[in-house]
């Protein structure tokens, strides 16, 4: 071992020398510095492995998912790391037919790279190579958060089996993205926040009165957080912030408006004017709460996305929903529909998959009740360029040989549907005992109607059960802010990254076993407070 990866690991050892991987998700693991980088750690991660590659090998087929090539969401800010500079990480995991996902591998993009999409399409085949074991056929997939249009398509039009997803998570945030860009309400609202916000902060005699009324209304007093200057309107994470600080402090700042202070101000500054009168103008305030209001709404149901970890033939219902809540959207606070669609549209088509109206049509969960009491598959929801598509994809995904007996069973599924009785059975729902939410009692009925009760349905069945397990997110195991921090501390140690790699494995293991996808960055960050002494 290297004298820099050994001192690197002996970073860890303070306290006792002992460190507790508890909160990764090893439970009553105790490490010592010597332990670390030796035969525990070792023993422990070939363990975690067998088992993965065990469940892995019992399966018939998967789907490869991988999270973190977006910027954004594998990154350190330098706030953590100093110095300017960022650590990515992309995390790659199997997802089963029965439900279950184990993790397969971390990859380390390197500090404030760019990664191309020509390395992310490496990087997905050769985890693709190395996890087959009976032939790449057996991966049936990718969902991934970038590189939807290049690595993703690439790797599905050389391998014609392959179904390759853009995350849906990843969707709905970058179409918050979208509505800064294209919505003038938008670029209006962040304009008019950063003037206020600015000069708020940065006049003394206006500063010290908001003040003032902080400590009056909330007890506490703090400048308004705005964009960092080089960036400006153009970071719409920060203007979410900026936003929410002036709807938080609307009180103080009313209040400051009306001081005589910041009046004897205004008559001599005419930009003190302008924001008085901003400020004193109810349009201001509705137009702040209704761009708060639209990125709540997207951002819940990304949040939803990410805790339920929807299945692909659930995209086209959840876009629905989608578009259903912004035209409420647009009659609550009286805005214009035709805009916001069109941004909505657009969003939606860069995002869609063919794959998202075929797993509608064959999962017998959205299977629909006629009038003479048959359960048929909902092609009527469905544009005529979607159900072009279905037949397109089912032609692309079994032989040329199979390709007409499939087409003339969708036939048959589209008239005659499930018997109601399996139909019933399948959509049947409980309570969840803790959210209250009504779910699928059964979440593997829909597969295993098609490999048991389907069975005439040769060429279409094969299909149905290798598309409608697909994930349509790539969300999962997410490393925190202070694993990332202290990954990043090991620098090019290829000792240090080795045992890195081992231990992102041990605690995505035990956390995919208890199904535990939470980010709790309060207790790592104890633990690596801990570990740098």
């Known amino acids: 071992m290297s004298h820099v990866g050994l001192s690197q690991f002996q970073a860890l050892g303070t306290q006792s020398s002992k460190l507790s991987l508890r909160k990764w998700g090893c439970r009553g693991m105790m490490i010592s510095r010597k332990e670390i980088c030796g035969s525990r750690l070792d023993a422990r991660y070939e363990e975690a492995k067998n088992e993965a590659e065990a469940r892995i090998r019992d399966a018939m087929f998967f789907q490869i998912a991988s999270d973190g090539w977006t910027r954004s969401s594998s990154k350190v800010h330098a706030a953590f790391l100093g110095g300017g500079r960022e650590a990515g990480l992309v995390n790659l995991t199997v997802n089963l037919p029965n439900g279950t996902s184990v993790y397969r591998r971390a990859v380390f993009t390197g500090d404030g790279q760019q990664v191309l999409s020509k390395y992310a399409e490496e990087v997905l085949w050769e985890t693709i190579t190395d996890t087959c074991w009976s032939g790449v056929q057996q991966c049936v997939g990718i969902v991934a958060d970038r590189f939807k249009n290049k690595a993703l398509r690439n790797l599905e039009n050389q391998n014609h089996w392959m179904v390759n997803l853009a995350c849906l998570y990843q969707g709905l945030n970058s179409l918050i993205k979208d509505f800064y860009r294209e919505l003038p309400l938008f670029k209006n609202v962040a304009e008019n926040c950063l003037k206020l916000a600015n000069y708020v902060n940065n006049e003394s005699q206006i500063r010290c009165s908001f003040r003032k009324y902080q400590l009056q209304e909330y007890g506490y007093a703090g400048l308004l957080r705005v964009p960092v200057r080089d960036q400006g309107i153009s970071d719409f994470e920060s203007v979410c912030v900026m936003i929410e600080d002036i709807i938080a402090y609307a009180r103080a700042l009313q209040s400051t408006v009306l001081d005589e202070s910041c009046k004897v101000v205004s008559m001599e500054d005419p930009m003190a004017r302008d ?115 279905v ?79 697909l994930h349509a997110t790539s969300r999962g195991f997410r490393c925190n802010s202070s694993f990332l921090r202290w990954v990043h501390a090991l620098g090019n140690s290829r000792v240090g990254m080795d045992g890195a790699q081992k231990m992102i494995f041990i605690a995505a293991h035990a956390k995919f076993e208890r199904r535990d996808f939470s980010n709790d960055d309060e207790k790592d960050a104890e633990l690596f407070a801990a570990a740098n002494g």
């Open 391 to 469: 037949d397109k994809l089912i032609t692309r995904l079994v032989t040329r040989e199979q390709a007409p007996m499939a087409l003339m069973e969708l036939m048959k599924w589209r008239t005659e549907g499930l018997d109601p009785v399996y139909a019933q059975a399948v959509q049947s729902k409980q309570r969840d005992p803790i959210t209250g939410k009504m779910r699928i009692a059964n979440p593997q009925s829909s597969r295993l109607v098609w490999e048991t009760y389907l069975t005439e349905f040769k060429s279409l069945g094969k299909v149905a059960i290798r598309l409608i397990f």
């Open 275 to 389: 924001l008085e009168e901003m400020v004193r103008d109810v349009g201001f305030w509705n137009d702040l709460e209704a761009v708060r209001s639209l990125v709540t709404l997207v951002k819940e149901m990304a949040h939803e996305i990410v805790t339920e970890r929807p299945l692909v033939g659930q995209c086209l219902p959840l876009w629905n929903e989608l578009r259903a809540k912004v035209k409420d959207w647009c009659a609550k606070f009286h805005i214009s529909e035709g805009l916001v669609e069109n941004v909505v549209e657009r969003r939606f088509k860069k995002n869609y998959h063919p794959a998202w109206a075929a797993a509608y049509i064959l999962d017998p969960l959205y299977l629909i009740r006629d009038t003479s009491g048959k359960y048929l598959p909902p092609f009527k929801c469905l544009t005529h360029q979607q159900e072009k598509d």
